[in-house]
């Protein structure tokens, strides 16, 4: 697992928790439901999410006996149970899930079919799919604001929410530039330095290996969206520490850390 994979999967796993600071909860066990539903609901959107980025190995899954579609399903019919039972089905939050159900799959399929015609991207279509991406994470949030008093705005946590989001994909796309190539993805890096590859009249060498790679990294590109990717980290933080997201912040703290260590090694890179 890359660095970028243990960041996401870090704040997934523990983001009800995190936000479980700024919420009056009067009924532990209503909370204890409505987190159980969520782990559920975030598992099935991590595998499907593989599923159509064709990480999935069926043949292995066969031969070990390990049924991850199965296992997805499963999750998705248990969180579902879970939160049927939780809001009415006339409660204002399935209109909320439907919604963002439709924007996460929508950008599903735009990224594939941005895959295939490798447009030009801008930062704002960079920040509109970054945010798609993980627009379900919203879902826990307007969750526990139907469910208990929050201390603070909704607007508020979804604004920090919104930049470790931004920061998170940045990170992602820099880490995975490589291996998106290979497999096809298109992304707002690959995007940036093949723009600057026409601008400078570069044509790739086929003999230099990750030549494009290189390329993102000695354009002063990939310096750039690391500053991007630590500086909504940052803003995230600050946010974190006024509205008294102590775990968060934590959790922050330590990403910082990691995008710190990759700044670092971008900067030896380069200046050598």
């Given amino acids: 697992m890359n660095t970028s994979q243990k960041i996401s999967t870090l704040f997934f796993k523990n983001q009800i928790h995190f936000l479980k600071e700024n919420f009056v909860i009067k009924d532990e066990n209503l909370f204890k439901k409505f987190s159980s539903a969520v782990e559920r609901f975030c598992y099935f959107v ?12 069926f043949a292995d899954q066969y031969q070990t006996n390990d049924n991850k579609i199965y296992h997805m399903m499963k999750n998705h019919q248990e969180s579902i149970k879970l939160l049927v039972d939780i809001f009415p089905s006339t409660h204002q939050f399935w209109e909320d899930l439907d ?48 469910l208990f008093e929050s201390k603070i705005d909704a607007e508020e946590t979804n604004t920090i929410f919104k930049k470790i989001f931004l920061g998170m994909q940045m990170n992602d796309d820099l880490e995975d530039f490589n291996s998106d190539l290979l497999t ?34 000695v354009s002063g590109i990939g310096e750039e969206l690391m500053s991007f990717a630590k500086e909504n980290f940052i803003s995230a933080k600050k946010l974190s520490n006024k509205n008294g997201f102590k775990k968060l912040e934590s959790w922050l703290d330590e990403t910082l850390d990691v995008i710190n260590q990759n700044e670092e090694l971008i900067l030896k890179l380069t200046s050598n």
């Fill in 99 to 146: 919604k963002t159900n439709y924007r996460y799959y929508q950008i599903l399929l735009k990224e594939n079919f941005e895959n295939n015609q490798k447009s030009v991207y801008t930062i704002k279509d960079f920040e509109e799919y970054a945010d798609s991406k993980h627009c379900l994470a919203y879902i826990p949030i307007i969750g526990l604001n139907y």
């Fill in 184 to 217: 096809a993805q298109w992304t707002y890096a690959h995007s940036r330095v093949e723009e600057f590859m026409k601008e400078n009249n570069l044509i790739e060498n086929n003999e230099l290996d990750k030549y494009k790679e290189r390329v993102l990294y």
């Fill in 46 to 57: 991590f595998e499907i999410d593989k599923m159509i980025d064709g990480d999935y190995n």
